[in-house]
């Protein structure tokens, strides 16, 4: 993982430096961070970074206009803003930070929501290569839900489906901690692809609706409302 870390001053840019290498030790991840002191320097390498932890107040150059510079050439990088002010905060969202924190820091604070935004770039990453299934990686991210069906599972994706042998008890351990909840005894659902929750059923980002059971709802719920949670 490639990770930058870009402010101005040296005290405050060494313990986001010292959270983040703890954080990132303890979640096993192998990362490369570097560190800059100025947003025209990150410019200058055109480095693509995974996750960048910016200051909004540069000497040299606004944080926000540098973050929107940035997202021209890698829309897929996670940005945190770190201000004094939180007058910048509807700003940093239209470039889609995924976090604004305001200084000083409350490093536990901190370090909770980047071991959640780090735990879930592990989840966004992890992938299925199976022959017996295809030629290539699947995401795990990009599977809406796992369906039994004519004793076979339905893996439906974002942009295909493929039949596969597996079995949904096998499914369930293959996607353990991986925002997966089963909904129904043929039915697997990411909790990240969910549209709508009603009574008894479950609406999807590609608008198919899923059955929610009476055996299943509880957990279920539990496990949506605990993903939801991480998620704020």
């Known amino acids: 993982m490639r990770i930058a870390i870009c402010d101005d001053n040296k ?3 060494n313990q986001i430096f010292e959270v983040v290498s703890q ?3 303890k979640l096993e991840i192998s990362a490369k961070i570097n560190l800059f002191h100025s947003g025209k320097d990150i410019l200058k390498e055109k480095m693509s970074y995974d996750l960048l932890l910016l200051d909004i107040e540069l000497n040299d150059m606004n944080g926000i ?3 929107k510079k940035i997202r021209k050439y890698n829309r897929n990088c996670i940005i945190i803003f770190i201000s004094n002010y939180n007058n910048y905060l509807q700003e940093g969202y239209k470039v889609h930070a995924e976090r604004y ?7 536990l604070e901190f370090e909770i ?16 290569f199976d022959l017996r299934i295809a030629n290539y990686k699947i995401l795990i991210k990009d599977i809406l839900y796992i369906e039994y ?6 893996i439906h994706t974002l ?3 493929y039949s596969t042998t597996i079995t949904i008890k096998e499914w369930l351990t293959i996607l353990d901690g991986c925002y997966f909840s089963q909904c129904h005894k043929a039915f697997i659902i990411n909790l990240k ?20 059971t009476r055996k299943f709802k509880k957990t279920f719920i539990d496990n949506y409302h605990q993903y939801l949670g991480g998620k704020i």
């Open 11 to 13: 005290n405050e840019i």
């Open 23 to 25: 954080i990132v030790n």
């Open 65 to 67: 206009s540098l973050a």
């Open 101 to 107: 924190f305001i200084k000083p820091l409350d490093s």
């Open 113 to 128: 929501e980047l071991k959640e935004i780090l735990k879930e770039y592990i989840i966004d990453t992890k992938f299925i």
């Open 149 to 154: 069906y004519q004793r076979k599972t339905i």
């Open 159 to 161: 942009s295909n489906d």
């Open 193 to 212: 692809h969910i549209k709508d929750i009603n009574k008894n059923n479950i609406l999807l980002e590609n608008n198919d609706e899923l059955v929610l």
